[in-house]
T-cell receptor, first 111, second 118 residues
Framework: TQLLEQSPQFLSIQEGENLTVYCNSS?????LQWYRQEPGEGPVLLVT?????EVKKLKRLTFQFGDARKDSSLHITAAQPGDTGLYLC???????????FGPGTRLSVLP | EAGVAQSPRYKIIEKRQSVAFWCNPI?????LYWYQQILGQGPKLLIQ????????DSQLPKDRFSAERLKGVDSTLKIQPAKLEDSAVYLCASSLEGHRASGIETQYFGPGTRLLVL
């Protein structure tokens, strides 16, 4: 069974600060996704990465897939209160099989 | 485009009772997923349907949980009888195909049903 670990579990920062959250595994994933989940809602996809070493940017969010495809990071620049939520990484093997979510990082950005 | 619909949004039952959740996926999406999300954890896949066939139900507690997707559209997840540890948010998601050579597809999630078992 493939498992994903995320760190930190909780993060509380002030508006305008930068932060990085991590997603790690001992297993190799064919592709990896990051989702954000707000209270009372389902997760919403932010990005999918499929190539080792790949970097994707989405406005103030930068996502990186590790060279060995075992880990990923999400960096947020100049965090805003609207970034508050649960950030989940999810990975899968070939053809989307063995899809699994990590436990998430709960981010709180204070105004 | 309408999103994934789920009902009810909240349900409170006593242990040993039965409960059912309903999901209507995005129109045209072949694949439907049911997840269980316990407080403080990430979603755990319970069952995946491709059209009206089961692709993966390896983590579904089949002694008490059942799911069906008649006609390959709407789906129902049932728990009978419920236990205290079933208290969680039950999320339904759908995707266009469910698999592709490059890996995961985009899944679109509904708002979930929050179940409390007393």
């Amino acid at each position: 069974t493939q498992l994903l670990e995320q760190s930190p579990q909780f993060l509380s920062i002030q508006e305008g600060e930068n932060l990085t959250v991590y997603c790690n595994s001992s297993s190799v994933f064919s592709s990896l996704q990051w989702y954000r989940q707000e209270p009372g809602e389902g997760p919403v996809l932010l990005v999918t990465v499929v190539t080792g070493g790949e970097v994707k940017k989405l406005k103030r969010l930068t996502f990186q897939f590790g060279d060995a495809r075992k880990d990923s990071s999400l960096h947020i620049t100049a965090a805003q209160p609207g970034d508050t939520g649960l950030y989940l990484c999810a990975g899968a093997g070939n053809y989307g099989q063995n899809f699994v979510f990590g436990p998430g990082t709960r981010l709180s950005v204070l105004p | 485009e309408a999103g994934v619909a789920q009902s009810p949004r909240y349900k409170i039952i006593e242990k040993r009772q039965s409960v059912a959740f309903w999901c209507n996926p995005i129109s045209g999406h072949a694949t439907l997923y049911w997840y269980q999300q316990i407080l403080g954890q990430g979603p755990k896949l319970l069952i995946q349907f491709q059209n009206n066939g089961v692709v993966d139900d390896s983590q579904l507690p089949k002694d008490r949980f059942s799911a069906e997707r008649l006609k390959g559209v709407d789906s129902t997840l049932k728990i009978q009888p419920a236990k205290l540890e079933d208290s969680a948010v039950y999320l339904c998601a759908s995707s266009l195909e469910g698999h592709r050579a490059s890996g995961i597809e985009t899944q679109y999630f509904g708002p979930g049903t929050r179940l409390l078992v007393l």
